[in-house]
């Protein structure tokens, strides 16, 4: 696949711009202050949250509200926008909706505002495990008072549900806003049962909270002990012939000394049984074998599939001359999706040409993250090679917010970021890039 030009297009199609705005690309902030970026791309993307990876990456609506008023498109967004605060038919985009409701509302449009308070009181039955809505826009946008909206709200839920993140996480938001002193004062001052309730359950967990520290500090020595000693090689190997999942052998791995890694690779060579087979090499997933053994590459080609990929991931970590040469060999054949984490530690000068030029991206967006991810990680932990042109495509077609900024970085700190992509970056949904200081 030919990928020389990655540059925004001056007038892009609908397809750019769609793309653009769901990748959070700060070409499509360029694109509308220069009148080129339509209406129906950018609703669509208002309605729709379209962040790659939920958990990770920060909702959008502040940068959204910059787009919006940068194409001029306020009065368009805003009826549709409504409408969907009205209905939150889709609760996993009412975060983003209710963000945007929140700089509607900041500008002085009190339906928006009105709305807010509705959704806060009012909980709605089609986003009921996010009822947590609404608040940290009202806590923004009106301070006191809908600290205390929010308060009273979770406190008449308190008299059928327990204390959880959700009022943790109100209260620490209000505390940098304005200040734990003030919310003691505010909630220690009220007759509100509602807020009562609030308050007191707050205490209680403050006083719980401190005991359990106290638990913790005088338990910790002990636990430390008994760790040690339900994590001896002998309990790994016994583990693998018996648990079915054996999760925690990967941190175990981490932190076990070379002597017991040899052991777990004895008994991998020697094991026969894809569960054994499967477990054992769990504790190589983030460690390199103590020596290296092809036995490693024939699993990668196990007629199992999770332990063909578990093989894959625990080969990266090795350097050695056999996994290059398996790794050349795949780059002509099928290319599975793990193939270019075997070049971060077994690189050569050049390879970062021959990987552009058998470069082909899954359609699917977490298999292309996937991939662009490894290709990042061969660029970055191998300071002589060429990243100008991969880390380009990397930039311009992984879905993840993170991973475009990790290129970013490279290109920037290797002084290797063209012009247009410089000024695009201080546009792009990213806080972390558009901080990065061009020169």
Not at 4 to 30: F, H, I, W
Not at 288 to 316: G, K, N, T, Y
Not at 373 to 378: A, C, H, K, M, P
Not at 407 to 428: G, T
Request: with cysteine; glycine share 4%.
């Amino acid at each position: 696949m030919n990928y020389s030009d990655v540059s925004p297009a001056p007038v892009p199609t609908s397809a750019e711009q769609r793309d653009a705005l769901a990748k959070g690309l700060g070409r499509a902030r360029l694109w509308a202050e220069r009148g080129v970026l339509t209406e129906e791309p950018l609703r669509d993307a208002c309605l729709q949250d379209l962040r790659y990876d939920r958990m990770c990456e920060a909702p959008r609506g502040d940068w959204l509200w910059e787009v919006i008023n940068a194409a001029g498109f306020r009065n368009e967004i805003r009826v549709p926008l409504l409408h969907a605060l009205y209905e939150l038919s889709e609760p996993e985009n009412a975060r983003q909706l209710c963000k945007l409701a929140q700089h509607y509302a900041a500008s002085g449009d009190t339906a928006f505002r009105d709305l807010l308070y509705q959704i806060v009181t009012q909980k709605p039955l089609a986003a009921a495990d996010y009822d947590f809505l609404g608040e940290s826009e009202l806590l923004a946008l009106e301070g006191e008072r809908g600290f205390l909206c929010a308060a009273k709200s979770r406190g008449a839920q308190l008299k059928h549900i327990d204390w959880d993140w959700p009022e943790e996480s109100l209260l620490r938001e209000a505390g940098e806003l304005i200040g734990e002193t003030r919310i003691h004062e505010l909630l220690s001052s009220t007759s509100d049962p509602d807020l009562n309730r609030f308050f007191e359950s707050w205490q209680q967990q403050l006083r719980e909270k401190a005991e359990r520290k106290q638990q913790k500090q005088r338990h910790r020595k002990k636990q430390k002990a008994q760790q040690t000693e339900e994590t001896s090689v002998e309990t790994v190997l016994e583990a693998a012939r018996g648990e079915t999942h054996c999760s925690w052998f990967r941190s175990w791995g981490t932190q076990a000394a070379p002597t017991e890694l040899n052991v777990v690779l004895q008994a991998l060579k020697s094991s026969k049984e894809p569960v054994v087979l499967l477990n054992l090499i769990k504790v190589f997933a983030n460690r390199a074998l103590p020596e290296f053994d092809s036995r490693l590459i024939e699993l990668c080609q196990h007629p199992d599939p999770e332990l063909q990929r578990r093989a894959w991931v625990a080969l990266a970590n090795n350097s050695h001359p056999e996994i290059r040469e398996f790794a050349k060999q795949q780059l002509n054949e099928n290319q599975p999706a793990c193939l270019f984490s075997l070049f971060i530690r077994n690189y050569q000068a050049g390879d970062e040409n021959r990987l552009l030029a058998v470069l082909t991206l899954p359609d699917d967006a977490w298999e292309c993250h996937s991939v662009l991810g490894d290709l990042i990680e061969v660029l970055k932990e191998n300071p002589t090679a060429d990243c100008s042109s991969l880390a380009r495509v990397i930039y311009r077609f992984t879905p993840c917010e993170i991973c475009r900024y990790k290129a970013v970085q490279l290109l920037h700190d290797r002084s290797r970021i063209p012009d247009w992509m410089a000024n695009e970056c201080r546009f792009d949904s990213y806080a972390e890039t558009r901080t990065l200081t061009f020169v």
